[in-house]
Every structure is written in C-alpha cells, then in structure tokens.
C-alpha cells in the first residue's frame, strides 16, 4: 500500500508540538520550509501559541483537525501516547492513506502501521534537538508500505534540518536513538560538569561557561571538518608527559569507555523496553 496523493499532499502536520517538534519545525522554517504548509496539533495553549508566533505555521488544538490538513504526518508525542493518539487517527488514515512519520523513541513501524488501521505507509525517524539549528541527524526506517516517492518526502522532511541516513535494518533505530537521539544530552551533561570544575578551579561563572562553549564548539569543528579519526585528533592536543595526558589518564582509568558504553546500552535497552510497554 503506498500514500495517496491529496489536495494537501505538499502539507505536514505535526502532532505533538514540544520539544522536539519545535527543534524540526525551526530548523525546517530557517532552512526556507513555507510555514503556510506546516499544521501543527498542540494540546498545551502556550506552546501553541509560540510555535505560530515564532514560526508562522498553522496551528491546532486537536489532532484530527492537523491531520486533515495534511498528506504526511509527523508523530512527535511521547511513546507512552502514541497508541491512543494513532488510534484515534486510524479511520482517516484509512481514507486517506497519509505517509505517517514517527519520531517516538522505540515504537516500531509494526506497532503504528497497526495503531493506524493495519498496511499504512510508516517511516520511523530519530531527530535529534540540533535540527532546531540546522545541524541536526537523523535516522530514517521505512516499512515495506513507502514507497520511492514516499521515503524521498520523508527524507526530504529530515534533511531540512539536517544530515539523514537510512536504517534498513529496523532492529538498529535503537542504537541510534542511544547514540544520536539523546546524544545531545550527553555532550551536554560533559558541559554542565566541565562548567563545574572550572568553578571548582576558581574561575568566574561567566569565564567558565565562555571557555566550555568554544571549546566543545571548537573541538565539534574539527570532528567535523577534519578527515581525521577523533583519536588522531586527541593524540594532537596530548603533549608527552603534559597536562592533557594526565587528565585523560585519569578519564581512562575512571572507566570513562566503558561507562559511556554501558550508557548507550542503556538509552537502546530503554528504547526496546518503550515499545513493549506502550503495544
Ligand atoms: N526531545 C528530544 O530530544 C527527542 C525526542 N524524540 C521523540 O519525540 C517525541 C516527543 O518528545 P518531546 O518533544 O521531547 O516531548 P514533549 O513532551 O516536549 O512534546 C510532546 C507534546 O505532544 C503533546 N501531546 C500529547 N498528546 C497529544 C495529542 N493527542 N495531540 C497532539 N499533541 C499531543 C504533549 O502535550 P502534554 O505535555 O500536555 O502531554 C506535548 O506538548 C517522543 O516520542 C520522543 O521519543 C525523538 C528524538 C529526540
Ligand atoms: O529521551 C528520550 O526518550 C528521547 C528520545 C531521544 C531523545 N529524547
């Protein structure tokens, strides 16, 4: 079964407007979306209204009236809601037969072809909140109901706010929901405790948080721009016998590999857990 084409086929709704959603629609509106084809259904008043004062798009208060504005839609709420919401939603998909776009971690295009009336056109995505700046990475899963034309939109969705990249094996959108998904907040949480020892260090707050930002900012840079590895990249900041390298000896024999190892576990363990607990 493939998405049919509609009158507002070029549309997207959004269901769900938070956290994530807002990251996708920003970057996607920056990056030159028009906003007069984005619908977004938000229960919460406040973050309604910010999301058409900020962006310009279309907003809702219910799902129903998104969804019929739209030939794809976008599934940003949380896992543990998803059932009820795509249920609800189920007889128009059957209509209409919209490309459904999930970014809930864990929930598996099985489950929402199914919550949406059985045979629907699923692709599964894993964003992450840099697409609020265009710098954003996903992961793109398409079951065996999208067709070309299908996973081109789809893509084409993501990549406004980003780099994409395809999982045909469905198994793995975990892993990347551990790695790049909530990625971000690890990257954050070394922030928040670099900030912290350079307090402890006596630097002013101000200083400390000036010199964490470039730094990461700085360091993300060269990951990016260089060809080189990120251990060849390390091995020339650490002079023998210098400052560098007693710190990552100390991170080393902290079992800092090891801990974020069994961190990622964690997130993609998490991830399988959300979809058990929610079918
Ligand atoms: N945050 C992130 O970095 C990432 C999140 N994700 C995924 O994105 C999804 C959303 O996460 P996030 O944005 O952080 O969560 P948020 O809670 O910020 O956003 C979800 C929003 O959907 C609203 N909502 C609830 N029910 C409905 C409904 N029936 N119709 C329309 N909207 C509804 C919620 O309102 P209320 O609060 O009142 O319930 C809430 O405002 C999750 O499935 C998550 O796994 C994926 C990648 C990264
Ligand atoms: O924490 C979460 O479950 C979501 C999915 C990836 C990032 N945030």
Known sequence: MTHSGTATADSIAF???GNMARSLIGGMVSRGADPAGIHVAEPVDALREALARDFGIQVHADAAAAAAAAGTWVFAVK?????????????????TRPLAVSIAAGITAGQLSTWLGGDAAVV???????????????????NAGVDAAGRERAQALLAA???????????LMDAVTAVSGSGPAYVFLLAEAMEDAARAQGLPADTARTLVQQTLFGAARMLTDSTEAPAELRRRVTSPGGTTQAAIETFEAGGLRALVASAIDAAAVRGRELSAAND
């Open 15 to 17: 269901i769900g407007g």
């Open 79 to 95: 896992p543990q809601v998803m059932r009820s919401v795509c249920k609800d939603l189920a007889d128009r998909a059957r209509a």
């Open 124 to 142: 599964r995505a894993m964003p992450n909140t840099p697409s609020l700046l265009g710098a954003g990475m996903t992961g793109l899963h398409a």
């Open 161 to 171: 706010a980003g780099e994409t990249v395809w999982i045909e094996d469905e198994a």
